[in-house]
């Protein structure tokens, strides 16, 4: 039973630039939700994406942008890139009904030079 | 709002003692409560969480910890430490809505010495 995968694993972006992170579930898992991880800082919540939408946003930027597709795999898209954009970008992925219950991948590393 | 305060950023202790993570949260609502574990350049892995019922929950590798709703805390403990202990461990909560974001706390280190 495959977890949560992430791709890239590492990212390295220049200011300015713009970046897609993927994402694909937990077999059975309908629900994603990203986070960000900056150095020395728990998570952050980015967003939630459910049926394809964004189910909730947390407190960044519209240059986070976010997209899920039918077999429930997920995007995270930053532009226009800021050095504090650096940081791991975690996906995390839940059944709705249990979203409580969620599973990480092992995250993005995100480098912005 | 919710938020996670996790008092201390690094907590060294010597194999085979007791070990204590300290987690005070804040909350207007329900919310539940949850340990997660990181290793270095890895995601994070549930460690325990409190929905509802006993204030005392147990992972399987010996860690435990106990809601206290009337301190707001959700203390982490072990009996025992072993080296391979040594993580990250962050507390967060989630409230009990639609999609139960979570918030997490800062974190705290655990070091175990031989």
């Known amino acids: 039973d495959a977890g949560v995968t992430q791709s890239p694993t590492h990212l390295i972006k220049t200011r300015g630039q713009q970046v897609t992170l993927r994402c694909s579930p937990k077999?059975?898992?309908?629900?994603v939700s990203w986070y960000q991880q900056a150095l020395g800082q728990g998570p952050q919540f980015i967003f939630q994406?459910?049926?394809?939408?964004?189910?909730q946003r947390g407190n960044f930027p519209d240059r986070f942008s976010g997209h899920q597709f039918p077999n429930y795999s997920s995007e995270l898209n930053v532009n226009a890139l800021l050095l504090g954009d650096s940081a791991l970008y975690l996906c995390?992925?839940?059944?709705?009904?249990?979203?409580?219950?969620?599973?990480f991948g092992p995250g993005t590393r995100l480098t912005v030079t | 709002a919710q938020s996670v305060t996790q008092l201390d950023s690094q907590v060294p202790v010597f194999e085979e003692a007791p070990v204590e993570l300290r987690c005070n949260y804040s909350?207007?609502?329900?919310?539940?409560l949850f340990w997660y574990v990181q290793y270095p350049n890895q995601g994070l892995q549930l460690l325990l969480k409190y929905l509802s019922g006993s204030t005392l929950v147990e992972s399987i590798n010996g860690f435990e910890a106990e809601f206290n709703k009337s301190q707001t805390s959700f203390h982490l403990r072990k009996p025992s430490v072993h080296i391979s202990d040594t993580a990250e461990y962050f507390c967060?909560?989630?409230?009990?809505?639609?999609?139960?974001?979570?918030?997490f706390g800062s974190g705290t280190r655990l070091l175990v010495r031989p």
């Open positions: 967060a909560v989630s409230v009990v809505d639609s999609s139960y974001k979570l918030i």
């Open positions: 994406y459910y049926e394809e939408e964004e189910r």
């Open positions: 995390a992925s839940s059944l709705t009904g249990e979203n409580y219950e969620q599973y």
């Open positions: 077999s059975g898992h309908d629900t």
């Open positions: 909350s207007s609502v329900s919310v539940y």
